[in-house]
């Protein structure tokens, strides 16, 4: 079972800047991609921003240009830096990994962490 620790959510004010950590550990194979997710209340959860095994990242439209991934290469530890928040921004955001379930399977599975409250108001 993979482990997760996320840090870094909280208040802030509109247009201010938040960074999230999350800190995987356990089996987690290559090919793997890593990914935060948000749900605000009353709505399904959502892929905020992707970055795989290579590096290639991935948006949802409402965040680009505002938001960015990063990973630490070595290790497994997945950041989202936030910047010029909204209020639409406001959510429980999770962490996420999609890895094989072992070494030689084709089969993936998806772990979640516990998720971090971000909040965005004046």
């Known amino acids: 079972q993979v482990q997760f620790v996320e840090s870094g959510g909280?208040?802030?004010?509109?247009?201010?800047s938040l960074r999230l950590s999350c800190?995987?550990?356990g089996p987690i194979f290559g090919d793997s991609t890593r990914a935060w997710y948000r749900q605000a209340p009353g709505r399904q959860r959502e892929l905020v921003a992707a970055?795989?095994?290579?590096?290639?990242t991935k948006y949802a439209d409402s965040v680009k240009g505002r938001f960015t991934i990063s990973r630490v290469n070595i290790g497994n530890t997945i950041y989202l830096q936030m910047n010029d928040l909204k209020p639409e921004d406001t959510?429980?955001?999770y962490c996420n990994v999609l890895t094989r379930s072992s070494p030689t399977s084709s089969e993936y599975r998806?772990?979640?962490?516990?998720?971090?409250?971000?909040t965005v108001s004046s």
């Open 51 to 56: 970055i795989n095994e290579i590096g290639d």
């Open 91 to 93: 959510a429980v955001y």
């Open 110 to 118: 998806a772990y979640w962490g516990q998720g971090t409250q971000v």
């Open 10 to 16: 909280g208040l802030v004010q509109p247009g201010g």
């Open 23 to 25: 800190v995987m550990s």
